[in-house]
Structures are given as C-alpha cells and as structure tokens.
C-alpha cells in the first residue's frame, strides 16, 4: 500500500493499482482528486471539500465514485447520477478495492457559539490506515496508522498528543497542517514525537510512503 501525502487534509492512497483519495479540498492541490477511482469526503468543510475538484475528477473518468456524508452528497451527486454515495456512522462499504468503515458523527468544536456539522472518519483495510477528518475520533479497532490532524482553530497539542495517547497507532503521520508555519513545525514534531507513544512522521506534499 502506498500514501501520498497531498497538501494539508488531502490523502492518496494506492493498492493493486487502484487509487483511493480522502478530501481533496480548497487547500490542496488543483489535481489531487485526479486519476482516482474513488474519492472519500469527511465534511464540507472547504479545506476538505472542493466541488470543482471532485467535477475534474468524476468527468475525467466515468468510473470513478464519491462515497460522503448527505451534506456533501446533496452538493455533487445531481450532476452524477447513482455516482455519488451516502454514508454515515457504521456503514461499510468496499471503494477502489479498499474495505472502508465509517466512523464518527460529529465535527470538533470549534466554538460554543458555532453550531457543529456532521463529520465522519474513515477506516481502511480493516485498520491499515484511519483519516478522522476535523474531529477527534476514536475507531472500536487497533489502527495501524492514523493520519493526525496537527494543526486546526478546534485543537490544541495537548490534546493532539492525547488523541494519539487514545488511538494507539503503531505509526502517525501529521495532516490538517496547512495553517502549521515552518517556525513551529520542530515544537510539533519534538512534543508529539516525545509524548505520543508512537512513530511520528511528517510528509511533505507529494511525497510517499509504503505502508
């Protein structure tokens, strides 16, 4: 199995010449969503939700399918009919090769005075790897490696580390970074390396690792 990491929230992951790829949003790169057989979406979020990115994706290759939350779906799925899925807490389901389990329901808080979306995360193979969205959400399962969002308005490190602490994965690698400048990035690396318990790992955008 090989991750790219795409910039900020964005994932591509490849497995027997399939490709899966979770919220190419605002944030990332014009063609993250390309060549993918299938495209996961935690929220609408912008920075994880970019209409006219999944349309680049869905016209350039007939074959290609979204699996997201009603949000999203109601968004993207009248220009592709039977194309565009619904999913939800619990649901299983089976994109790009990939056994895909759903898990989560609600976004972090952002604020008392902001009212919360729905945001889901999304489990593959099983536990080989786990994308939470914006929330820190906690799958009934051992996670292998979890994609850890580093850096948002709805966190802070402590409870990043903790969120680790919880998960137990044997191997973290950060996302939700965007915001995250080159000065802090070091404080972040040494604190959640130092107290996670586990592997930490940061990509930069475009490149790869085999899992």
Same mark, same amino acid.
């Given at each position: 199995?090989?991750?790219? %990491? %795409?910039?900020? !929230?964005?994932?591509?992951?490849?497995? *027997?010449?399939?490709?899966?790829?979770?919220?190419?949003?605002?944030?990332?790169?014009?063609?993250? +969503?390309?060549?993918?057989?299938?495209?996961?979406?935690?929220?609408?979020?912008?920075?994880?939700?970019?209409?006219?990115?999944?349309?680049?994706?869905?016209?350039?290759d007939p074959a290609a399918r979204i699996w997201t939350l009603r949000s999203v779906a109601e968004r993207i799925a009248? !220009?592709?009919?039977?194309?565009?899925?619904?999913?939800?807490?619990?649901?299983?389901?089976?994109?790009?090769?990939? *056994?895909?389990?759903?898990?989560?329901?609600?976004?972090?808080?952002?604020?008392?005075?902001?009212?919360?979306?729905?945001? /889901?995360?999304?489990?593959?193979?099983?536990?080989?790897?786990f994308h939470p969205g914006d929330a820190l959400t906690v799958p009934d399962r051992p996670v292998e490696t979890l994609?850890?969002?580093?850096?948002?308005?709805?966190? %802070?490190? !402590?409870?990043?580390?903790?969120?680790?602490?919880? /998960?137990?994965?044997?191997?973290?690698?950060?996302?939700?970074?965007?915001?995250?400048?080159?000065?802090?990035?070091?404080?972040?690396?040494?604190?959640?390396?130092?107290?996670?318990?586990?592997?930490?790992?940061?990509?930069?955008?475009?490149?790869? +690792?085999?899992?």
């Amino acid at each position: 199995m090989k991750l790219t %990491k %795409k910039s900020h !929230a964005c994932v591509r992951v490849e497995k *027997d010449g399939q490709v899966l790829v979770i919220d190419p949003g605002r944030f990332s790169e014009e063609d993250a +969503a390309l060549g993918a057989n299938a495209i996961l979406v935690t929220h609408e979020h912008a920075d994880h939700f970019d209409e006219s990115r999944l349309r680049a994706a869905m016209e350039a290759d007939p074959a290609a399918r979204i699996w997201t939350l009603r949000s999203v779906a109601e968004r993207i799925a009248p !220009a592709f009919p039977g194309r565009v899925h619904t999913v939800g807490h619990g649901d299983t389901f089976t994109a790009a090769g990939f *056994d895909v389990q759903v898990h989560g329901e609600l976004h972090a808080v952002i604020h008392p005075d902001i009212p919360r979306i729905t945001n /889901v995360g999304y489990l593959l193979d099983g536990g080989k790897i786990f994308h939470p969205g914006d929330a820190l959400t906690v799958p009934d399962r051992p996670v292998e490696t979890l994609m850890l969002p580093v850096m948002a308005p709805w966190n %802070k490190i !402590a409870e990043v580390i903790d969120y680790v602490r919880e /998960v137990r994965p044997r191997r973290a690698y950060d996302i939700h970074d965007a915001l995250l400048t080159d000065l802090a990035r070091p404080i972040y690396d040494h604190q959640i390396g130092a107290l996670g318990g586990t592997d930490h790992h940061r990509l930069a955008p475009g490149t790869s +690792a085999r899992l």
